[in-house]
């Protein structure tokens, strides 16, 4: 009898094999955000508006979302360490075209290749790392893990990019990316033996009807989402035209995936109820998820703080999230009072957002933030991989692919409304206060009066002349102006995230199904686009 060959070297330490692919995995879940890490410098470099960069990074997930359906047919097909090669050498080539590149079109375009291949590194890490949890409870401590590590991508990634984007050019980043990637997959290169992974399998009938199907849909809806404000929604035909197309396709694909004899995904997944319930609560995370993002914007614009010592300041953050992942490892093993769990996080949630309406303020101190910042991702902690692991529970091991292709569909399309709905309500409500605090404002006022003598006495004072100091001054009330109203839309913005929170907490009370669901995901593993 031939014996198998291990898919690692057998010299190799069990240590050494998963620190080689979390740090791979850590370079892939980096490369994600790398786009957004520093909007404003992005923006900048590339003569971009920040919709661009937003849609830029839009692009990067859709491309990762609509892949994951047909990335395991590829995995299947090719050896375990040539794909890997494969997937390496092409995203270290398309990092240093973007290193390389200004125009626009060119960095959507690569920004969504790397999302293509980055699929591709992903499923390698996670497949390779959820075989290697073989004992009891290993599965859920290795989702805990994962999804800790996608809480903290936005200040990871801030941190990693913030002392090179000060110092260097923002194209800097793709090469910083490219020495990232390199060490981590030579390593796991270098210690893989020339095995498949799943039982090989050819390339035909892949689904590529499918794919572009669903791509073109995703990029169409991130098109939207964020363009959609920029060009009066409805007032603009392309938009018109786009959401018709999404309607269309969206239909379209589920007819085809209905038609189909082994569908891509299989629809089935939404008769079970623990699924549909899931995914509520996983759009609703989503949605208080993104709002997180206006904290670092506030400290930034209205605190006046450097991008490097505002995301100092998220550590604290990711001290949280590692805190509530402990915490949620505890729960899942227990198998109880899950409920309670997920109510307490969002708890947690709902008191980050209604003390920060009370912290907004133009001048504050960066040690009053802590425990606000701790108390977020200690709840987000609690609640992310939990939520997760109850949809994958909630269907049978069979029809696992098809719930990790719904869900990607699922976090996508919020992460997509929850960038919209913040661009849409920043224009709303900032173009509303700025209205009424312009109202009350006149030169009769002799605050403002005052405000204004300040200002140029102070400009005078560096050595400006009179003329062109009251000129300044006046640029400057309106900034002020503007920074206030950005500060009212962030306190109207973060109350409606705290109602939210508390409506999601009631609803969780009124599912007791939560508490009664067994978790179990043995057989099963994130999926690659688990952003």
Same mark, same amino acid.
């Given at each position: ?163 090179? $984007?000060?110092? &260097?050019?923002?194209?800097? %980043? =793709? ?5 990232? /990637? +390199?060490?981590?997959?030579?390593? *796991? ?5 020339? $095995?498949?992974? &799943?039982?090989?399998?050819? %390339? =035909? ?5 499918? /794919? +572009?199907?669903?791509?073109?849909? *995703? ?28 309607? *269309? ?283």
């Amino acid at each position: 009898m031939i014996k198998a060959v291990p898919i690692f070297k057998s010299w190799v330490p069990e240590w050494l094999i998963r620190l080689s692919i979390m740090l791979l995995l850590l370079s892939s879940v980096l490369l994600f955000a790398l786009s957004t890490a520093d909007g404003s410098a992005a923006a900048g470099y590339y003569g971009m508006e920040p919709a661009d960069v937003q849609f830029s990074l839009l692009l990067f997930y859709a491309a990762v979302a609509s892949f994951a359906g047909v990335e395991r047919r590829f995995f299947e097909r090719i050896v375990t360490k040539e794909y890997l090669l494969i997937c390496i050498v092409l995203e270290i080539l398309i990092a240093y075209c973007c290193y390389h590149t200004r125009e626009i079109w060119l960095v959507f375009t690569f920004r969504f290749l790397q999302g293509l291949v980055n699929c591709g590194i992903t499923s390698i890490c996670l497949n390779l790392l959820f075989g290697r949890l073989k004992s009891e409870h290993a599965r859920e401590v290795g989702y805990t893990i994962f999804y800790a590590m996608i809480l903290c991508v936005s200040p990871v990634t801030a941190l990693f990019a913030a002392p090179l $984007v000060e110092n &260097f050019e923002y194209s800097v %980043l =793709y090469k910083a990316i490219i020495f990232c /990637f +390199l060490p981590s997959a030579a390593l *796991l290169f270098m210690i893989l033996n020339r $095995v498949h992974i &799943f039982r090989k399998k050819p %390339l =035909y009938q892949l689904d590529w009807a499918s /794919f +572009l199907l669903f791509v073109v849909m *995703l990029v169409l809806i991130a098109y939207v989402l964020i363009y959609g404000q920029q060009k009066d929604w409805l007032e603009d035909s392309g938009m018109v035209y786009s959401i018709v197309a999404i309607l *269309l396709l969206f239909l379209t694909s589920v007819l085809r995936q209905r038609s189909l004899k082994r569908p891509t995904v299989d629809l089935a997944v939404f008769k079970y109820r623990n699924f549909s319930i899931g995914i509520v609560f996983l759009v609703i995370l989503y949605l208080i998820r993104g709002a997180f993002g206006l904290t670092t914007t506030y400290f930034i614009t209205v605190l006046g703080m450097d991008s490097l010592h505002a995301n100092e300041l998220m550590i604290y953050n990711i001290l949280g999230i590692i805190t509530g992942s402990f915490i949620a490892i505890r729960f899942l093993i227990l198998q109880k009072m899950l409920r309670i769990l997920w109510i307490a996080g969002f708890v947690l949630l709902m008191v980050f957002f209604g003390m920060m309406c009370f912290l907004f303020a133009t001048e504050a101190d960066a040690e009053t933030f802590i425990i606000p910042l701790f108390l977020q991702g200690l709840g987000a902690g609690m609640v992310m991989s939990p939520i997760v692991m109850f949809i994958v529970s909630a269907v049978p091991v069979q029809m696992g692919q098809s719930a990790a292709s719904v869900g990607v569909f699922v976090r996508f399309s919020a992460f997509s409304l929850s960038v919209s709905l913040i661009n849409y309500c920043q224009l709303y409500f900032k173009g509303g206060h700025s209205k009424d605090m312009g109202k009350g404002l006149s030169f009769l006022d002799f605050g403002l009066a005052e405000r204004l003598q300040i200002y140029q006495s102070t400009l005078s004072g560096h050595g400006m002349l009179k003329d062109q100091a009251a000129k300044v001054a006046t640029g400057l009330l309106n900034k002020a102006v503007q920074k206030q109203a950005f500060l009212q839309f962030c306190i109207d913005y973060y109350e409606m995230i705290a109602i939210l929170c508390l409506i999601t907490i009631v609803l969780i009370a009124l599912q007791p199904v939560i508490s009664r669901t067994i978790i179990n995901v043995k057989g099963k593993h994130p999926a690659p686009a688990g952003f």
